[in-house]
């Protein structure tokens, strides 16, 4: 007789993705514009927004660490997400812009840093049904849809001010989730591998790397200025809502045919025209913020600039790191491309900003570009490396 399966938390799972990425879609849209009502000049949004994203380049690595070492994961995690939530209550008392670094820094660092560190609670409670985990994670996108949807609406009567208060409230109940939610598996601790730097000095997970930042790094306008750049551009606040919410939708409808397109067209020649896509993609929105057909179809292109690149790159991951390296290869990939990346990439548009604001877009698309230049020269699927 076969050992039956102990019972899924589902909606307990699925809860956490669901006010996770909700805060996210909290935050990303209208951050910038609060902090714009509180009188910020453009370089301290930049600033703020970066640290948003920065703290992805060491916190990942930092509780990974801490758990794999204490063996207490669901237990960090819920700590963690409480110091995040306390961290960003503490903004009632002191909104200036040092304060306002100090605390954001820590409350991402303790949110989104353990994010990775869920997703092996969530692996845990999916042994034997891991064909279950993209129905889990799908309520992370409902979620990001969710908030961004409603808070359009919300500001369209209501001040910005609230902002705050409804970030914490998701920040809350992301907590609650934790503590109704345990680990099924002890923690392992990792033994000692190969070293890591004997991938990156291949010359295709060099290029890899490289190339994908720059691709992450050209999103930082989109992520830090794009509400602003719409709003002085006569969009009223329900409709950049749509517009953000017609991304992720497009995100999920490639997501979704994703093993086909990667059956039918093929990795390489797929990523290269995500790559290019997405140099368009910012083309598109510097030179007609005003045109609600040019936002939407740029929009929509985020299924490829977003979706594509980060599914094939985390295939390519899978084929050139190896089982031994996967997680450092995965931590490499959120702490590099996507954390430094975005940092360096909301930074340098917050400088650029006052300079030309369609110009910091052109940049973006420059930076793209110069991506697409790199993965075209550098980047190949595992069964064409023989051929380089």
Same mark, same amino acid.
């Given at each position: 007789?076969?050992?039956?399966?102990?019972?899924?938390?589902?909606?307990?799972?699925?809860?956490?993705?669901?006010?996770?990425?909700?805060?996210?879609?909290?935050?990303?849209?209208?951050?910038?514009?609060?902090?714009?009502?509180?009188?910020?000049?453009?370089?301290?949004?930049?600033?703020?927004?970066?640290?948003?994203?920065?703290?992805?380049?060491?916190?990942?690595?930092?509780?990974?660490?801490?758990?794999?070492?204490?063996?207490?994961?669901?237990?960090?995690?819920?700590?963690?997400?409480?110091?995040?939530?306390?961290?960003?209550?503490?903004?009632?008392?002191?909104?200036?812009?040092?304060?306002?670094?100090?605390?954001?820094?820590? $409350?991402?660092? $303790?949110?989104?840093?353990?994010?990775?560190?869920?997703?092996?609670?969530?692996?845990?409670?999916? +042994?034997?049904?891991?064909?279950?985990?993209?129905?889990?994670?799908?309520?992370?996108?409902?979620?990001?849809?969710?908030?961004?949807?409603?808070?359009?609406?919300?500001?369209?009567?209501?001040?910005?001010?609230?902002?705050?208060?409804?970030?914490?409230?998701?920040?809350?109940?992301?907590?609650?989730?934790?503590?109704?939610?345990?680990?099924?598996?002890?923690?392992?601790?990792?033994?000692?591998?190969?070293?890591?730097?004997?991938?990156?000095?291949?010359?295709?997970?060099?290029?890899?790397?490289?190339?994908?930042?720059?691709?992450?790094?050209?999103?930082?306008?989109?992520?830090?200025?794009?509400?602003?750049?719409?709003?002085?551009?006569?969009?009223?606040?329900?409709?950049?809502?749509?517009?953000?919410?017609?991304?992720?939708?497009?995100?999920?409808?490639?997501?979704?045919?994703?093993?086909?397109?990667?059956?039918?067209?093929?990795?390489?020649?797929?990523?290269?025209?995500?790559?290019?896509?997405?140099?368009?993609?910012?083309?598109?929105?510097?030179?007609?913020?005003?045109?609600?057909?040019?936002?939407?179809?740029?929009?929509?292109?985020?299924?490829?600039?977003?979706?594509?690149?980060?599914?094939?790159?985390?295939?390519?991951?899978?084929?050139?790191?190896?089982?031994?390296?996967?997680?450092?290869?995965?931590?490499?990939?959120?702490?590099?491309?996507?954390?430094?990346?975005?940092?360096?990439?909301?930074?340098?548009?917050?400088?650029?900003?006052?300079?030309?604001?369609?110009? +910091?877009?052109?940049?973006?698309?420059?930076?793209?570009?110069?991506?697409?230049?790199?993965?075209?020269?550098?980047?190949?699927?595992?069964?064409?490396?023989?051929?380089?």
């Amino acid at each position: 007789m076969t050992k039956e399966q102990p019972s899924l938390p589902y909606w307990r799972l699925s809860s956490f993705y669901f006010f996770n990425c909700a805060v996210l879609g909290a935050i990303l849209p209208y951050w910038g514009l609060y902090m714009s009502s509180l009188s910020f000049a453009y370089a301290e949004i930049g600033i703020i927004s970066a640290v948003l994203m920065a703290s992805n380049i060491v916190a990942p690595y930092f509780w990974g660490w801490l758990c794999d070492h204490s063996g207490r994961r669901i237990s960090i995690i819920r700590l963690g997400n409480f110091i995040a939530a306390v961290s960003f209550a503490c903004l009632w008392m002191d909104d200036s812009f040092y304060t306002m670094v100090g605390l954001i820094f820590v $409350c991402s660092f $303790c949110w989104q840093g353990l994010n990775s560190q869920f997703e092996i609670i969530t692996l845990n409670n999916l +042994t034997g049904r891991v064909h279950v985990y993209s129905q889990i994670r799908l309520w992370g996108s409902v979620g990001f849809i969710a908030a961004v949807s409603a808070l359009g609406w919300v500001f369209e009567s209501q001040p910005l001010t609230y902002l705050p208060i409804i970030v914490l409230s998701l920040l809350l109940f992301m907590w609650v989730t934790t503590l109704l939610v345990g680990d099924r598996n002890a923690s392992v601790r990792q033994q000692a591998n190969t070293p890591i730097t004997e991938n990156i000095r291949n010359p295709l997970i060099l290029g890899l790397i490289v190339s994908v930042t720059l691709i992450y790094l050209s999103h930082g306008t989109y992520y830090g200025f794009y509400s602003i750049y719409l709003a002085e551009s006569g969009i009223d606040n329900s409709t950049i809502g749509m517009l953000w919410t017609l991304a992720v939708i497009a995100e999920l409808i490639c997501f979704a045919v994703m093993a086909k397109l990667f059956h039918r067209i093929g990795i390489r020649p797929l990523f290269l025209f995500s790559v290019v896509m997405t140099a368009v993609r910012w083309l598109g929105i510097g030179y007609l913020p005003e045109s609600l057909v040019m936002l939407a179809a740029c929009q929509l292109l985020h299924g490829l600039s977003f979706s594509v690149v980060h599914a094939t790159v985390i295939e390519l991951i899978r084929q050139h790191f190896g089982d031994h390296n996967q997680g450092r290869g995965q931590a490499l990939y959120c702490s590099i491309c996507v954390g430094l990346g975005q940092a360096v990439g909301v930074g340098l548009s917050g400088w650029l900003w006052d300079w030309s604001h369609a110009g +910091t877009f052109y940049l973006s698309a420059a930076i793209a570009l110069l991506a697409g230049a790199i993965a075209w020269r550098w980047v190949y699927p595992k069964t064409l490396e023989s051929a380089i």
